[in-house]
């Protein structure tokens, strides 16, 4: 089973510009989460979608939005890119049974934005 | 609010050693899992362990064992008989109830095996 997939792999940007990140979770997945990684924050939650609505959010600024579509891929959407957006942003899926325990979120290679 | 604190930042083994990675949470829920994962340099999170609040029970797993102690809010790992491909940045992990998502982070240990 192919695990999950984000692209780009890598993106420049300059600061103002907007960026869209895509992430295709594994099979049968139908939640999807996003992490921003910095050097100085760590790993911070971002959103969390399910059944194309987001289900929880973290503390970031409006600049900051997502979308899931019917067969559960993801988009972020990062407008008016600042500086310190330059990060790792990972995506991870998980299995949603009813009833379910907690199942573990498996992450994407990333995406590695840099805000010039 | 929910917190997962690893107070250490880098830690450098010789080959074959064991070593422990430290992982304290704070969470005031009654119901929450705990994670550990692992960062290669490739930078994906590669899941290695859950646990949740109400199973205390202790796990080994090949070379991987961990310490689940409610009593003192930690959850410890430990690697035994080192290998250099462990070397990458650990991360334990908080999630509080089901059906929420979120991972509160640790800030990460960066574990070295030096050959």
């Known amino acids: 089973k192919a695990g999950v997939t984000q692209t780009p792999r890598y993106l420049i940007k300059t600061r103002g510009q907007q960026v869209t990140l895509s992430c295709s979770p594994i099979?049968?997945?139908?939640?999807v989460s996003w992490y921003q990684q910095t050097p100085g924050q760590g790993l911070q939650f971002l959103f969390e979608?399910?059944?194309?609505?987001?289900?929880n959010k973290g503390n970031f600024p409006g600049r900051f939005s997502g979308r899931q579509f019917s067969n559960s891929r993801s988009e972020m959407n990062v407008s008016t890119l600042e500086l310190g957006d330059s990060a790792l942003y990972l995506c991870a899926s998980s299995l949603i049974r009813r009833g379910r325990i907690y199942n573990e979120q498996f992450f994407g290679p990333g995406t590695r934005l840099t805000v010039l | 609010a929910q917190k997962v604190t690893q107070a250490q930042t880098e830690i450098s083994v010789v080959e074959k050693e064991d070593v422990t990675l430290d992982c304290v949470y704070e969470t005031r829920d009654t119901t929450y899992y705990l994670f550990w994962y692992k960062q290669p340099p490739s930078g994906e999170l590669v899941f290695l362990i859950r646990r949740n609040s109400f199973d205390e029970q202790n796990e080994i797993s090949g070379r991987y064992s961990w310490n689940f102690q409610k009593s003192t809010s930690s959850f410890n790992f430990t690697i035994t008989a080192s290998q250099v491909v462990d070397s990458a940045v650990y991360f334990c992990a908080l999630s509080e109830a089901e059906g929420n998502e979120k991972l509160t982070f640790g800030t990460g240990t960066r574990l070295t095996i030096i050959p």
């Open positions: 979608y399910f059944s194309e609505t987001q289900r």
């Open positions: 099979s049968g997945h139908r939640s």
